[in-house]
């Protein structure tokens, strides 16, 4: 006689079954998982070095333009080869044209990255170093950014509240309470400036190692009005387009052709070429963007990196890109 299983035994079989291919299915996905994060990582290690790489290559190039300008004359202007921005190409464009000096598009990674960047004058804004001269603030420079400050209708009451901090921060030795010196223009709101203000003076104002003359050929109209007690705003915007059909050769030739407007210029506080430059690039894979600064040194023909940052940015939507990107 035949026993048939207890219906207990055969369900707490199948129970068993069922668990056993559950726990097998478990441990299949968390090696799959294990092995992708391993592979994403890897690729993330490689494409992160890749991009340092070509990033470092605009950098370089950005090097031999500026050695090539300085070995041409001794002013700088934005009519110039290194003022012309290097607008948003596919990066194939660059890295894969055969010999014949055709572009081979059949790589489908570098038809996807594009490259940008340019290279900025930073000698075209005001130098927060100059606004130091020892153990006190040097009053033309303040005075500077006293204009500036009205030209961009910001409080004059924050310029006096962060000058006397940062007065404060290099004092030797430094107060318990005293905030610690800056060293990049972003690092400008350890001062306490406001977010509105580090946005709106962005582009006049930067932060270099040493006291530094205006280019008045590459200067904006505010920095022209700002470094010029003689010359009004509405001057300073037309000097723009005078300075763009013919750059000043020298400051004589500055004041020869300004006038009275010219009358307050000197060495120390203005010049017609410029020592320090910012390189940026940027490249873009679908909507992560990586961006690479650095600041660069020239004097003569020589020329060295003094700081270089990177970092990765993801845009939003809506967002337009510009360099900088600005959210």
Known sequence: MTQHPHPQHTGAALLMAMLSVALLAVLASAALWQQWRTLAVESAERDAQQTAWLLRGAQDW??????????????????????????????????????????????????QV??????TDMQSRLNVTNLLDGKQLNERS?????????????????????????????????????ALP??????????GLS?????????HVTLLPVRTAVNLNTASAEVLYASMPSLELGQASQWLQERANKPFDNLE???????????????AQHAVNTRFFEVTGQ?????????QKSLLQRDGTSTQTLWREQRGLRSEPGCLFTIPPPC
């Not at 800056?182 to 709101?189: C, G, I, K, S």
């Not at 977010?195 to 582009?203: E, F, I, Q, Y």
């Not at 030739?253 to 210029?265: F, L, P, Q, S, T």
């Not at 490249?283 to 961006?291: D, E, K, N, P, S």
Request: aromatic share 6%; hydrophobic share 45%.
């Open 62 to 111: 950005a090097l031999v333009v500026l050695r090539e300008d300085g070995r041409s004359g001794s002013t700088d202007h934005l009519a110039e080869p290194w003022a012309v921005p290097l607008r948003e190409a596919r990066l194939s464009a660059f890295l894969a044209a055969s010999s014949n000096g055709a572009v081979n598009d059949s790589d489908s990674l570098t038809q």
């Open 114 to 119: 594009f490259l940008s960047g340019r290279i």
């Open 142 to 178: 303040l005075l500077a950014f006293t204009r500036l400050y009205r030209a961009l209708g910001l409080p004059e009451v924050e310029l006096q509240q962060w000058t006397a901090v940062l007065l404060n921060s290099v004092q030797t030795p430094p107060a318990a309470n005293a």
């Open 182 to 191: 800056p060293q990049r223009f972003e690092q400008l709101r350890w001062l």
């Open 195 to 203: 977010a509105n203000s580090l946005a709106r003076l962005a582009p």
């Open 253 to 267: 030739d500055v004041r020869n052709r300004m006038g009275k407007a010219a009358e307050n210029i000197n060495d």
């Open 283 to 291: 490249l873009r894979h679908g909507q992560v963007y990586q961006l």
